[in-house]
């Protein structure tokens, strides 16, 4: 069986299993047990029933400390195999695996969030988020999209058909710090159908004054207020660009796969990567949120904690 004890002193496959090093994990546990006793009352059982027995009566379970818990969540988060299966590896049924997975997300979305790794959420409100720092910051702004299982639903099937992808897809908007390559704003998860520029319009985010924002040509038209955006040219059919507007675009192109490399780091969480089952609603959202943040927290520890990152922000 899978626990903590028998995971912790095996640096490899600790990373492999939760996408975290061990010094990471233990940062977030402390917010995710103080996140976990709230959601604990010594009076009634999850299911709101009073308590027949004192808390910790019982048989005892499988998931028996707050680091297991945490492995769990954090193993089918990064792995995303079949419930049935990642309830073997911890030696719970499928119903109880189930059970566990959706008491425990919510409860490690909160700790990252106290740990202040979340992305904004609110396009009210980004522009005195804590992710931007006191000078303009250099934005990068992108939609990424996640296969999902065909909607049985018919009208659900048109809003997440994706003709890009052929596919049925969940779409979210990216926008990453071009300097610290965090995930500064995610938008809400929407269906594959809505087009880029489309979603971003709808989104209505609000910047910090000054900004720069470096877009691809799907946001062609976006042009958001007191924000200097930086787009490649548009090679227009039967013309050629000049040999100023290749050099541009090239330049261009390389400051815009930041953005490609944070997209990336947040799948490496296989539940945003891989074809997403789970039907419960909002939970869909809820998994690239928490996606997200653990990339912004891996981001904190290897990059930002860097000695050539703190030599970089010191020249500049």
């Known amino acids: ?20 090093t061990r010094k990471e994990f233990e940062t977030l ?22 308590r027949q027995r004192q808390v910790g009566g019982g048989r005892k379970a499988n998931l028996r400390t707050i680091e297991d818990k945490l492995l769990f969540i954090l193993v089918y988060q990064k792995t995303y195999v079949l419930q049935t299966f990642h309830g073997i590896q911890f030696g719970l049924s499928q119903a109880q695996a189930n059970d566990w997975i959706h008491r425990l997300m919510p409860v490690l979305n909160i700790a990252l969030q106290q740990l202040h ?52 897809t969940d779409k979210n908007l990216i926008i990453a710090n071009e300097q610290t390559r965090q995930v500064d704003y995610l938008s809400q998860t929407r ?26 040509l799907g946001f062609y038209g ?15 059919r039967g013309k050629f660009l000049s040999a100023v507007d290749l050099i ?45 943040a653990l990339h912004n927290l891996r981001t904190d520890f290897r990059y930002l904690r860097s000695l050539s990152y703190q030599r970089k922000n010191y020249f500049q």
């Open 191 to 216: 269906g594959g159908k809505i087009h880029d520029k489309k979603m971003a319009d709808l989104e209505a985010i609000q910047y910090p004054k000054n900004t720069q924002l470096t877009k691809d």
């Open 29 to 50: 546990l402390p917010a995710f047990a103080t996140a976990y006793a709230a959601t604990q009352s010594s009076t009634h059982t999850q299911n709101k029933q009073v």
């Open 117 to 168: 790794y979340a992305p904004e959420r609110n396009p009210v409100a980004f522009p005195q988020s804590g992710a931007t720092s006191d000078r303009p910051p250099a934005l990068l702004i992108d939609g990424t999209e996640r296969r999902r299982q065909r909607p049985k639903n018919p009208e659900k099937q048109g809003e997440n058909y994706s003709g890009k992808k052929k596919a049925h």
């Open 248 to 292: 541009s675009n090239h330049l261009i192109a390389g400051a815009r796969v930041v953005v490609e490399h944070v997209i990336a780091g947040i799948k490496r969480c296989r539940i945003v990567k891989d074809v997403f089952r789970n039907t419960a609603e909002g939970f869909s959202d809820l998994v690239m949120q928490v996606a997200c």
């Open 222 to 236: 976006y042009e958001p207020t007191n924000v200097f955006t930086i787009q490649p040219k548009k090679q227009l």
């Open 1 to 20: 069986m899978l626990t903590y004890t028998t995971l912790k002193d095996n640096p490899r496959q600790f990373i492999a299993m939760t996408s975290l």
